[in-house]
């Protein structure tokens, strides 16, 4: 899909080009800008696969660790798994290591060595998905691909103040950007959007007054640049409403197995009413109660579950019930969470 949109794009590319000329990071794995320099594609990926997991300065000394140890893809690829492994440690998932060894194994053995230049037969190597094989194909081989990640989608949900919340706006937004990818610069188009979202065009404060598309911006012209991407409101929990029952003799208090089946199934806790959609009355609440005593109202607590949220009020009482499981007050603090603050409330 390739939008129309209201902003001029020969501006916004001329402009954003011209300021990653002057300001680009000197980053350890990026070209210079200067046109239609081609990069490292074995530094860009590296690069790109450990910046998925974390951040520049904490990629940075690993990727220097990286490529003094293994300088190329070949080198890698001969690599003792354990040692890449442990050269890894601290960087995340180790599945992303395992990827990135069956990748460079895959360049050596199916590519002599060499990666391939397409987007199309990047994506065919291991672990490369969608955003890293585009990165790779500008970055490395100056191809005009759509790189989009959730730094550019803020990016674009800004620049043409897209008002349709994510995630349904990904398409979107991924149409906007491609409506900006040109033949000129493509490698550094892609590395300036970079650089916009990391440096200026941040999640937080946005820093409209020094951005070279705030002339151009949408988002900024409408004084809320710092509220888009706009997310979808959270649908509410429907409310659920039951009583626990505190009931002691002692030091001890009365405890229930939950049934096998349901919310916290099997599990030991407060004896409750059901819990339904409507408030339980006094008279509901007494009749309901595992013993016969004077039953005290000791407040409500409120707990959100996952599917709902459930207003607990809590009724305290003296007595005995031959229903009930035991326990000492002092040793309740396996119990569900739930129970727990019910607990503190009615003790
Ligand atoms: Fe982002 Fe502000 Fe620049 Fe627009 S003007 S792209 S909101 S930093």
Redesign the pocket.
């Known amino acids: 899909m390739r939008l129309t949109g209201e902003v001029n794009r020969d501006l916004i590319r001329a402009r954003l080009l011209a300021w990653y000329t002057d300001q680009a990071r000197d980053l350890p794995w990026r070209v210079p800008p200067m046109g239609n320099r081609r990069g490292d594609p074995y530094r860009i990926w590296l690069s790109e696969v450990m910046l998925q997991q974390t951040t520049v300065p904490h990629a940075t000394p690993y990727f220097l660790k990286f490529t003094a140890r293994w300088p190329t893809v070949r080198d890698l690829a001969a690599a003792p798994d354990e040692e890449v492994m442990a050269a890894w440690a601290g960087l995340g998932y180790y599945a992303r290591a395992r990827n990135l060894l069956a990748c460079a194994r895959a360049v050596v053995r199916d590519h002599d060595g060499v990666f391939p230049e397409t987007e199309a037969d990047l994506r065919r190597l291991p672990g490369l998905g969608p955003y890293t094989a585009a990165a790779v194909a500008a970055i490395a081989f100056d191809q005009p691909a759509n790189v989009v990640d959730g730094n550019v989608e803020?990016?674009m949900s800004?620049?043409f103040a897209v008002e349709m919340p994510l995630p349904d706006a990904k398409p979107t937004l991924n149409a906007h950007a491609l409506g900006l990818v040109g033949p000129e610069r493509p490698g550094d188009w892609a590395q300036a959007l970079m650089d916009?979202?990391a440096t200026?065009?941040?999640p937080r404060a946005?820093?409209?007054?020094?951005?070279?598309?705030?002339?151009p911006?949408?988002?900024?012209a409408s004084g809320q640049?710092?509220t888009?991407p706009r997310k979808r409101t959270k649908l509410a929990r429907p409310r659920r409403y039951g009583v626990a029952y505190v009931l002691t003799r002692g030091q001890q208090i009365g405890l229930e197995t939950r049934p096998p089946s349901g919310l916290l199934g099997g599990m030991l806790g407060l004896p409750t009413t059901e819990w339904r959609a409507t408030p339980f009355t006094d008279t509901e609440a007494v009749a309901a109660a595992p013993a016969v005593t004077v039953w005290r109202d000791a407040g409500a607590v409120e707990h959100v579950f996952t599917h709902f949220a459930l207003t607990l009020r809590v009724f305290s009482g003296i007595g005995h019930a031959e229903t009930l499981t035991w326990a000492e007050t002092a040793a309740l603090a396996g119990l569900p969470s739930v129970f727990m603050k019910a607990a503190r409330v009615g003790l």
Do not use: I, M, N, Y
Request: hydrophobic share 35%; proline share 8%; net charge positive.
């Open positions: 803020r990016v800004r620049l916009l979202g200026v065009c941040r946005p820093q409209c007054e020094s951005c070279p598309l705030a002339e911006c949408l988002g900024r640049a710092e888009f």
